[in-house]
T-cell receptor, first 114, second 111 residues
Framework: ETGVTQTPRHLVMGMTNKKSLKCEQHLGHNAMYWYKQSAKKPLELMFVYSLEERVENNSVPSRFSPECPNSSHLFLHLHTLQPEDSALYLC?????????????FGDGTRLSIL | RKEVEQDPGPFNVPEGATVAFNCTYSNSASQSFFWYRQDCRKEPKLLMSVYSSGNEDGRFTAQLNRASQYISLLIRDSKLSDSATYLCVVTLNQAGTALIFGKGTTLSVSS
């Protein structure tokens, strides 16, 4: 068990659909992250939350909308996505924001946009 | 110029071999450095942090050269289970919220 759980594991959706990805961490961490991993590209950091406040938004299109209701849960709301948004979306958590603190990743949600 | 650059490989080595991976980063203000390992279709997992003085964990040795902006990972006595993609990761700020991942180097160890 990774301590960071993501659901669903796989998601296929049309461009007009609205869906949400869920991440839950059981590690007592204070910081949570969303990443996108596309084929042949490096992992891209999308959003960072620390103590439920968004502290980083790396120029992500508004069709991706994060939500962090508490320090254990993180959502990524999706609407009117494009085919190029098909990727593996990884959630991670770390004890705090410190730069030297490693991150623990979930298994990811593999998203396919039709 | 890419922010974190790695040789993608693949590196194909026999069991027992010693293999070294290199990584260069472009931002001289980079704060922290890590190596992560990612197995096929799995999530990345921390392999080791990289410290200025160099550090070792069993068969794995990591080195950092801040002057050259260069990080390395040495794997001795390769095992079949070492086959994976190795990701070089750099954080750009003290808070650790600005992480940059390299594309990764793929290692395949064969018997």
């Amino acid at each position: 068990e990774t301590g960071v759980t993501q659901t669903p594991r796989h998601l296929v959706m049309g461009m007009t659909n609205k869906k949400s990805l869920k991440c839950e961490q059981h590690l007592g961490h204070n910081a949570m992250y969303w990443y996108k991993q596309s084929a042949k590209k490096p992992l891209e950091l999308m959003f960072v939350y620390s103590l439920e406040e968004r502290v980083e938004n790396n120029s992500v299109p508004s069709r991706f909308s994060p939500e962090c209701p508490n320090s254990s849960h993180l959502f990524l709301h999706l609407h009117t996505l494009q085919p190029e948004d098909s990727a593996l979306y990884l959630c991670a958590s770390s004890p705090g924001q410190g730069g030297n603190q490693p991150q623990h990743f979930g298994d990811g949600t593999r998203l396919s946009i039709l | 110029r890419k922010e974190v650059e790695q040789d993608p490989g693949p590196f194909n080595v026999p069991e027992g071999a010693t293999v070294a991976f290199n990584c260069t980063y472009s931002n001289s203000a980079s704060q922290s450095f890590f190596w992560y390992r990612q197995d096929c279709r799995k999530e990345p997992k921390l392999l080791m942090s990289v410290y200025s003085s160099g550090n070792e964990d069993g068969r794995f040795t990591a080195q950092l050269n801040r002057a050259s902006q260069y990080i390395s990972l040495l794997i001795r006595d390769s095992k079949l289970s070492d086959s994976a993609t190795y990701l070089c990761v750099v954080t750009l700020n003290q808070a650790g919220t600005a992480l940059i991942f390299g594309k990764g180097t793929t290692l395949s160890v064969s018997s």
